[in-house]
């Protein structure tokens, strides 16, 4: 089992940038794909983006793409997500998610995410 924790969540102003963090332990972070998904007030969680084992693959929201990127570093275990050019509709808690199965592409399903963090709160304000 691995253990998830998010942080670098905010507040920011629209257009500002924030870069989430989300550091793993407990398994071989460099053999899983890893995703970050969000959940905004009242509705429900969806994709926001997901990354290969190696790093070389990715997939994103159409929401969220040229806006944000992810990325990992395998060495130090950590996952990221670089958000710039926020906008108060991105205001949600985001979740990082680790895959359940190694060596696997990008998805968005969550359903391929079997580790879930505790989240972070992003507030955008207009």
């Known amino acids: 089992q691995v253990q998830l924790v998010e942080s670098g969540g905010g507040l920011v102003q629209a257009g500002g940038s924030l870069r989430l963090s989300c550091a793993a332990s407990?398994?071989?972070?460099?053999?899983?794909?890893m995703g970050w998904f969000r959940q905004a007030p009242g509705k429900e969680r969806e994709f926001v983006a997901s990354i290969s084992w190696s790093g070389v693959g990715t997939m994103y929201a159409d929401s969220v793409k040229g806006r944000f990127t992810i990325s990992r570093n395998n060495a130090k275990n950590t996952l990221y997500l670089q958000m710039n050019t926020l906008k108060p509709e991105d205001t949600a808690v985001y979740y990082c998610?680790?895959?359940?199965?190694?060596?696997?592409?990008?998805?968005?399903?969550?359903?391929?995410?079997?580790?879930w963090g505790q989240g972070t709160q992003v507030t955008v304000s207009s």
């Open positions: 998610a680790a895959d359940s199965a190694r060596l696997q592409g990008p998805t968005s399903l969550s359903s391929r995410f079997g580790s």
């Open positions: 407990g398994r071989t972070f460099g053999d899983y794909a």
